[in-house]
């Protein structure tokens, strides 16, 4: 990659996986449940949704609203090398049932080893619209300082340019469409694991399955999925073989 050697090296793959803070509508606070009817009246564009839709709904979309949702899992990762070439991809993450636990570890890893938004930064697939915001929002729910490379607050668009997006890099200045990781991944014939389960099954795995080792295992692979479309759109070659490891500790 020539002289964005050095940036590649500098950059930190993310992914955070939500769920709906409670299980269900029915264990919401009254003053929640009240203000949940509203954003579901709003989901739905129907302002006669009754309590039962709109507690079918909070299981399906809570859980991408963080003031109703929680963090769950958050992976990184980052390229390996041996000399200039790539050889390797490392991953580990933070989860649990405790998101204050997972944050404030995660808060640790960013203040010890990136912490420098001039030479360091983020890349993640629609991290400026989705996984950085929600980061932040629940940072200051949880009374937790945001870390200085998440704290974009009041920022101008040149003093975030550490935080690199596939998504944005994709629209190529087209903000009509959204395009999916998974979508993206495969235009660009981008080999992925192939999984039972996406977002918009986490919720029930979560709280139903109380499955987090599978929550992890996916989140792991969409890390690695954004790694390799970012060098894609770069147009730098994937690596032949590349030696993918975790560093994730299961209880």
């Not at 010890?112 to 929600?134: A, R, S, T, V, Y």
């Not at 200045?173 to 235009?187: H, M, R």
Request: with cysteine; net charge positive.
């Amino acid at each position: 990659m020539g002289k964005d050697k050095k940036r590649l090296s500098d950059l930190l793959f993310v992914d955070i996986e939500t769920a709906g803070g409670v299980a269900d509508y029915n264990e919401l606070s009254d003053t929640m449940k009240s203000l949940w009817m509203i954003k579901a009246r709003q989901i739905s564009k129907n302002k006669e949704l009754d309590s039962i839709a709109g507690a079918e709904l909070f299981s399906q979309r809570a859980g991408i609203y963080s003031e109703f949702a929680k963090v769950v899992c958050i992976s990184v990762g980052y390229f390996t090398f041996t000399k200039s070439k790539i050889t390797g991809f490392r991953c580990k993450s933070f989860y649990g049932d405790d998101e204050a636990q997972i944050l404030k570890q995660f808060s640790t890893l960013l203040k010890q080893h990136f912490d420098k938004p001039n030479k360091q930064g983020l890349c993640g697939h629609n991290i400026k619209e989705f996984d950085i915001p929600f980061l932040c929002r629940r940072f200051t729910i949880q009374g937790i300082k945001v870390p200085k490379l998440l704290d974009i607050s009041g920022k101008k668009p040149w003093q975030v340019e550490h935080l690199v997006d596939t998504l944005v890099l994709w629209r190529f200045g087209d903000y009509k469409n959204y395009t999916s990781l998974a979508l993206l991944a495969a235009v660009l014939d981008v080999p992925t694991p192939k999984d039972d389960i996406d977002g918009s099954d986490i919720h029930e795995v979560y709280w139903k399955e109380e499955n987090l080792k599978r929550i992890v295992t996916y989140c792991e692979k969409d890390v690695l999925t954004v790694a390799k479309v970012f060098l894609r759109i770069k147009n730098a070659k994937l690596p032949e073989e590349l030696i993918v490891s975790s560093q994730t500790e299961f209880a």
